[in-house]
């Protein structure tokens, strides 16, 4: 199976701040990666698909970029609504795990 | 608009059996994919399995592919996931979610989340 990593697995930041996370596969998943954002008690919401598309209705503050093995997330100035926790997941062959998540919290 | 609306909260013992709906809205039912992904109180999103409606063809989870069975009702726009033999590890919120039949594999919309609690 492929495993997924993420780091940092939490960070504090300010309103304004950029915000890069990083997501890798245990091997090549080309560009199948997918970023949701998960607030609590709700469910995920898809951010990024295919590693750099931006889902329909996300805000353009959100980006990412990557290919093979390592991928990134940019926030490029936080908002409040985007204290949450954000997760990637493959889509490169079952079973597509998700990493185990960033949470985003206020400094 | 798209939405998926699933089952209340279940209560089981050990040992029980519990059967999650999640009753589809909004497009074409058969021409997508549905998803499993459950989430343990405090951690992180795990990825159960799909099923397509339009031939019931499954892709469970190696960890519990002895103890799911994944379904769909063309008639009522209705997936349901069973899940058998529940352990305590089993309590979480379980998440249907839509998924394109176009190898992506992007979740892009998903039901409210139905808490199973196994408890003795």
């Known amino acids: 199976d492929i495993q997924m990593t993420q780091s940092p697995s939490s960070l504090s930041a300010s309103v304004g701040d950029r915000v890069i996370i990083t997501c890798r596969a245990s091997?090549?998943?080309?560009?199948?990666l997918n970023w949701y954002q998960q607030k609590p008690g709700k469910a995920p919401k898809v951010l990024i698909y295919?590693?750099?598309s931006l889902q329909v209705g996300v805000p353009t503050r959100f980006s990412a970029s990557g290919s093979g093995t390592e991928f990134t997330l940019t926030i490029s100035s936080l908002q409040p609504d985007d204290f949450a926790s954000y997760y990637c997941?493959?889509?490169?062959?079952?079973?597509?795990?998700f990493g185990p998540g960033t949470k985003v919290d206020v400094k | 608009q798209v939405q998926l609306v699933q089952s209340g909260d279940e209560v089981r013992k050990p040992g029980a059996s519990v059967k999650v709906s999640c009753k589809a809205s909004?497009?074409?039912?058969?021409?997508?994919?549905i998803a499993w992904v459950r989430q343990a109180p405090g951690l992180g999103l795990e990825w159960l399995g799909w099923?397509?409606?339009?031939?019931?063809?499954?892709d469970y989870a190696q960890k519990i592919q002895d103890r799911v069975t994944m379904t769909t009702d063309l008639s009522t726009h209705t997936a349901y996931l069973e899940l058998r033999s529940l352990r305590s590890d089993d309590t979480a919120t379980y998440y249907c979610?839509?998924?394109?039949?176009?190898?992506?594999?992007?979740?892009?919309?998903w039901g409210q989340g139905s808490l199973v609690t196994v408890s003795s």
């Open positions: 997941q493959h889509s490169y062959r079952s079973p597509f795990t």
């Open positions: 099923i397509t409606p339009y031939n019931g063809e499954t």
């Open positions: 979610a839509r998924d394109p039949i176009n190898g992506w594999h992007t979740f892009d919309h």
């Open positions: 295919a590693a750099s």
């Open positions: 909004g497009y074409a039912f058969s021409s997508f994919g």
């Open positions: 091997q090549n998943i080309n560009n199948h």
